[in-house]
């Protein structure tokens, strides 16, 4: 079927409008031609035709200026609906003439090949695929099956009859989402595009045309090498000479399609200057100005006349000259932009980079590659980061946005100084390298953001003893003296040394050695290299990680500092000799200083002693005498792995005689006050029970107790007795009840309320200090947040943690992540994986912090103290692959990443906790197919073991871990799925070391642990049907030992979780506003409610991924992440308020959270993540909120879920529990013990 017509364009304005009926499913294609023709205005045929294509309200919905072929346009389109569209006929240069209009249709063809996951389709390594686009919307996905970390090469080719005209590739991993992308390779219009997968599996490689047309296309896939990053910026050509001459364009004179505006100023010519002079300092290139344009090499021209949004431009060799054309009247073309590291400055560097050879990283100039994994110019980093100005001039994402301080928004500052290390090392593979900075240099880091100084540079320095200086900063500084590594990889372009939120910092170029690191007045991260490094922190806590080579860790006596690795006979821990008195020699024992192991001086003078109870290094300048020592500094481990063990120890199964399938998981806590982790079970919807773990046995120490018509919403102490108690919610009424085990009875402590059931328990924890877990709601419907505080089981008041995040956000937890004592609020983005804590003090946020970003592949699996330095950590876990990966925070940032392992998808996390009461975080696993459990012992998010405490059969899941003994063991409650029965595991030294019963009246389900008695015991927060809550206490791991009602905010507010926001001692609860993204805490005491504070709000998008002490102050601290973009942040709460709000860094969303623990024990939690397709662990440790470094505490195998963290063995630092969902079997992983203790010989003075 087809239709033509005839008409004129009259003017430049133009337009006629015709109407066109459609069939849905046909395809139309409409072609408007220049045609001659008698009558019209000019008498000639429109020259330039200009097509639009609009719907029937008038929205456009395509358009075409010029064929492929002519200036005639032509648009294909696939009618959606049956009706009317209209077609516009125009003119694109505004000139009138004749024209006829055409449309053709016919039925839609059959798709030959679909475009979902579903596609019969398969394309081999090595071989190649032909077809055809059938119509002019489709899409072919062929499926083809890749391994991790090896490098591919797809191209999508033209057929040379019937070909597509504009091929365009896509790259889409097993859930169909885009990962790389190409329209226009090396080989004109045909696409070809790089892809190194992270991890093996199915993907998708989809062909179609760019724009909507059909024909033939080749599809192939290749085998390569993995991707030099310099490749990405090298344009394929150079200058023939190594002496540019430079002239500047004068007013009028004209250079191809450019004429000059004007001649350049002193101050632009000194600008352009400063660039040269920067790219001479590391590349054997010389610059000279000429003041005749026949003897340049380079031509510089001022013209206006550039496209509205373009600063600059410049051809590329082999053009000579090459002409660079800037536009001086844009808006940032100002005098302090043209400033080192201004926009104007950075837009010449770029630009010249161009004329001597460099290419865009995201696109295929010359014979340059697009970077994995950049989709677009702006805003797409690459696979690892590195398309961003802190590595390469070349890149559009100028500074570094991904960075704490984000995106600079002045033209004056946060650009680049010069050529950063990417660029290094392409120019000076095209024209050498040249001496530089011979001599003992400083390189001052920029500390405030102020024109001229705040800017990026990459340091290429070629000989003398070097430092880096953040001596003058007041904000926290990270120093990290490891050179780019030139790799497709996090480090490949640099790794930054900046500080605070300043947009300015430094990076060392492949090749290059600093040798030494002094820091500021902030709580700093110093990280050596190879080298013997000297690493000076200064004043503040701060944290060393000195890698390889014989290092020392400088201390003074003002701060307690970690050392992260520190070796024995290896490493050296200096005395700041003007610190500590007068120190005449360069040992120990030169200056009169005594060592001793133990907690204390025994003898008079000046004394350093080592107490190896907790690693922690102190300074008696009067040893024995009345003066106070004073701690200095507290030492990690040696070895940042997991033990290596064949296999995890497995640490049982429930009840594998008296109990079958009907058995599950609900919680962990600490049930008896013993210090470790117990497990609860349910059975069915009623029925509880409890079992104490010691060593990682599991004993029942709780008779059944039936709970019908009640679920668990929470486990906490609420009545601040040491031990947690459980809170139950009545699934018909939202009653709250807070219950305790007494003896080996679940008996009713509270009833603190009833709330709506549109209200969800999103945390319980000691949201005031008090001692007492609090509740924190959150309303399903609008994301609101509301706390209650508790006191001794009973509501004492509301408490707003912060403004509505919105619905996009969640709260994935509550925890102290600066160490204030007082539980913050974790929040995680949805869409995006980013993460942000809220800082919470008395139930108020205080203050915010951006730990980091995680793929929404991952997902929380919970939070604690993973390295038991009294900081919440993150705790991560894949779905899909099992991985197991872990933040570890400090201070209200990310201080680190940990991965202690993988586990098969069949298990599931089912707690988190220290089970063998060392201190440490542990991790319960269970098999949700066999019911068997398997707890992991973590120390410092390091694998040290797996022991099974019981068995328990697959019908049976975690709920929630918490102390329910008070025996500082992180214990862990199990669910039953088929009815409200828990059973909790008490946790000793990694093992099950008893158990209880948990029988909940009422359809219910346990949202909270947390002590919200102030008893030391953690209580359980159950949220019934009807949308109450009720807290249910424990004491000596006995549940039932009373309860108390909890009352949420509003109808719009969902409780998150609970954790100690105050440092009172008690959990609070943390609540959200579903609608406003605000957050709040409620902060309890004694079971009853003390305050209620608003933390701040936080975009819905983003989630709370966990809770934890993230600076190790004593408060529970939020973890935030994007699941879109991976991005963390930290907000970091003291005394129920908001204190502070970090960024530690971001993850590839194939990384998910997996648990919040301290890791490496120093008091801060860390954060767990595992890579959701290889079960890789990794762990963040975290610094005073900041990311402090990582390391990789090993994998599990598929199958097996992150459980829950907790200190399984009292060991203080976090263990990994692992759940076989397939077998029901647990597993742990126990985290390496500390490191040998110094010994005088391992001081020097300095």
């Known amino acids: 079927m087809s239709s033509v017509t005839f008409g004129w364009i009259n003017s430049a304005n133009d337009t006629d409008w015709y109407r066109l009926q459609v069939e849905a499913g046909r395809t139309y294609t409409i072609a408007l031609s220049s045609y001659t023709m008698s009558g019209n205005a000019a008498g000639t045929s429109l020259p330039d035709p200009y097509l639009r294509i609009y719907d029937s309200s008038g929205l456009l919905i395509g358009e075409n200026d010029d064929s492929l072929t002519s200036l005639d346009s032509r648009y294909s389109y696939t009618a959606t609906s049956s ?93 169909g989402k885009i990962v790389a992308s190409n329209d226009d390779g090396p080989n004109g219009l045909n696409s070809e595009v790089r892809f190194t997968p992270t991890t093996a599996g199915v993907y998708y490689v989809t062909a179609r045309a760019f724009s909507d047309e059909t024909g033939r296309y080749t599809l192939t896939a290749q085998q390569i090498g993995p991707q030099d990053p310099v490749d990405t910026i090298d344009w394929g050509t150079k200058l023939n000479t190594s002496e540019v001459r430079i002239y500047f364009a004068t007013g009028g004179q004209t250079f191809g399609e450019y004429s000059a505006d004007r001649a350049w100023t002193s101050d632009e010519i000194r600008s352009v200057m400063n660039v040269t002079a920067a790219i001479s300092a590391v590349a054997n290139i010389r610059f000279t100005v000429v003041t005749e344009r026949s003897q340049a090499t380079m031509v510089m021209v001022l013209d206006s006349g550039l496209d509205d949004d373009v600063v600059g431009m410049m051809t590329t060799p082999p053009s000579s000259p090459a002409i660079g054309v800037f536009s001086p009247s844009v808006a940032s073309w100002t005098p302090d932009s043209l400033n080192i590291g201004g926009i104007a400055y950075s837009t010449i560097l770029h630009e010249i980079g161009h004329g001597l050879g460099l290419a865009h990283p995201h696109d295929t100039g010359g014979s340059s590659e697009v970077m994995e994994g950049v989709l677009s110019e702006f805003g797409s980093y690459g696979s690892s980061g590195l398309n961003q100005g802190v590595y390469t001039i070349m890149s559009y994402n100028d500074g570094w946005p991904s960075g704490p301080a984000g995106q600079f928004v002045s033209y004056g500052y946060g650009g680049q100084a010069g050529p950063m290390a990417l660029d290094i090392a392409a120019l000076q593979a095209k024209y050498g390298a040249v001496a530089a900075n011979t001599g003992n240099t400083v390189y001052s880091l920029p500390v405030l953001d102020i024109t001229g100084t705040a800017y990026y540079r990459a340091i290429w320095d070629t000989g003398g003893v070097d430092t880096i200086s953040a001596s003058s900063a007041l904000d926290p500084a990270v120093i990290d003296l490891r050179p780019a590594t030139l790799l497709n990889a996090p480090g490949g372009g640099g790794f930054v040394s900046y500080v605070g939120k300043v947009n300015g910092g430094l990076t060392i170029a492949a090749g290059v050695w600093i040798e030494n690191a002094i820091g500021g007045f902030g709580a700093d991260i110093l990280i050596g290299n190879e080298l013997n490094n000297v690493l000076k922190g200064n004043a503040q806590s701060d944290t060393y990680t000195g890698g390889l080579g014989s290092d020392t860790f400088v201390l003074q006596t003002g701060s307690r500092d970690f050392i992260t690795d520190f070796v024995v006979n290896v490493d050296k821990i200096g005395l700041d000799r003007g610190d500590f008195g007068t120190l005449t020699g360069t040992t120990l024992a030169d200056s009169g200083i005594t060592f001793q192991l133990g907690s204390a001086a025994t003898v008079a003078g000046r004394t350093l002693f080592y107490d190896t109870s907790n690693r922690t290094l102190y300074w008696d300048a009067d040893g024995s005498g009345a003066g106070a020592a004073v ?53 069915g919807k009623s029925l509880y029970e409890a079992w104490t773990i010691d060593g990682f046995q599991a004993f029942d120490s709780m008779a059944p107790a039936d709970m019908t018509g009640r679920a668990i919403a929470g486990l906490g102490d609420f009545n601040g007795d040491g031990k947690d108690d459980i809170l139950f919610r009545d699934t018909a009424t ?30 319980v924890a000691d949201f005031n200090e008090d001692g007492n877990a609090d509740i924190l709601w959150r309303n399903t419907a609008t994301g609101q947040l509301s706390g209650w505080m508790m006191r001794n089981g009973a509501f004492t008041g509301d408490f707003t943690p912060g403004d509505n995040k919105g619905s996009d956000w969640n709260v994935v937890g509550a925890g102290d992540f600066n160490g204030d004592g007082d539980a913050d609020i974790l929040w995680r983005n949805t869409t995006t994986g980013q993460v942000e804590a809220w800082l919470m003090s008395g139930g108020v946020k205080t203050g915010s912090f951006v730990p980091g970003a995680y793929s929404t592949a991952w997902n929380v699996a919970g939070i604690a103290d993973f390295n038991n330095d009294g900081v919440s950590d993150v705790l991560w876990r894949n779905p899909t692959t099992g991985q197991v990966d872990g933040w570890l925070l400090k201070n209200g940032a990310w201080a680190g990443s940990f991965s202690p392992g993988f586990y098969d998808t069949t298990w599931q996390v089912a707690g988190l906790g220290d089970y063998d009461g060392d201190g440490n975080a542990d991790v319960l696993w269970r098999n949700a197919t066999t019911g068997q459990t398997d707890a992991w012992r973590l120390r410092s998010g390091n694998w040290t073991g797996s022991y099974d405490p019981a068995r328990a059969l697959s019908d049976w899941k975690p709920a929630l871990s918490g102390d329910f003994n008070g025996d500082g063991s992180i214990d862990v409650l199990w669910d039953y799925k088929f009815s409200n029965a828990y059973t909790g595991w008490l946790m000793s030294d990694g093992r099950n070391a008893g158990a209880f019963n948990l029988a909940v009246s009422g359809a219910s389900s346990v949202v909270a642990v947390g002590d919200f008695n102030s008893d030391g015991v953690d209580d359980i927060v159950w949220r019934t049907d009807a949308g109450g809550y009720v807290a249910s206490f424990i004491k000596d791991g006995v549940p039932n030992q009373g309860s108390m009602t909890i009352i949420a905010p509003g109808s719009e507010w969902t409780l998150f979780g609970a954790a100690d926001f105050n440092a009172d001692g008690g959990d609070d609860f943390l609540w959200r506003n579903s609608q406003t993204g605000v957050t709040q805490a409620i902060l309890m005491k004694n079971g009853v409610q003390t305050g209620a504070y608003t933390l701040g709000s936080y975009n819905l998008e983003w989630g709370v991924q966990g809770i934890g002490d993230l600076n190790g102050d004593g408060t529970a601290d939020i973890f935030w992440r994007n699941p879109q973009t991976g991005q963390v942040d930290l907000w970091l709460l003291k005394n129920g308020a908001w204190a502070g709000s970090y960024s530690p860094g971001f993850y590839n969303t194939d990384w998910q959270f997996a648990g919040i623990g301290d890791f490496n024990g120093d008091g801060t939690d860390d954060i767990l993540w595992r890579q959701q397709f290889t079960g890789q662990m990794d762990i963040w440790t975290i610094r005073d909120g900041n990311w402090a470094g990582s390391f990789d505490p090993g994998s599990m195998a598929a199958g097996w879920t992150v459980a829950t963290v907790g200190d399984f063995n009292h060991d203080g630092v976090d263990d990994v529990m692992w759940l076989n969902a397939a077998t029901g079997e647990v597993k742990e992983w126990i985290i390496n013990p500390p490191n040998s203790p110094p010994s005088a010989g391992d001081f020097i003075i300095v």
């Open 631 to 683: 701690a200095i500094a507290q030492l990690g481990r040696a070895s940042m792995t997991t033990v290596s063990s064949p296999a995890t120890l497995s640490i049982g199964s429930i009840r594998p005689i008296s109990y079958g399938s009907e058995w599950s998981t609900a919680g962990s806590a600490d049930l008896n006050g013993d210090g470790l982790q117990d497990v609860i079970w349910r059975n």
């Open 83 to 175: 009706g009317y569209i209209y077609v516009s006929a125009g003119s694109a240069d505004g000139r009138p003439g004749s024209y006829s209009l055409l449309a053709v249709s016919a039925a839609t063809p059959t798709d030959n090949i679909p475009d979902t996951t579903s596609t019969t389709s398969v394309l081999t390594v090595g071989g190649s695929v032909s077809s055809q686009i059938d119509y002019a919307s489709d899409t072919d996905w062929h499926r083809i099956s890749l391994n991790g970390g090896q490098g591919y090469v797809f191209t999508l080719n033209a057929a040379s009859s019937g070909g597509l005209g504009d091929p365009f590739i896509e790259i889409r991993d097993a859930s």
């Open 734 to 763: 939202g009653a709250m009840e807070i219950r305790t085990l007494n003896g080996s009875t679940l008996t009713s402590l509270a009833s603190p309320g009833t709330r709506s059931t549109d209200w969800a328990v999103a945390a």
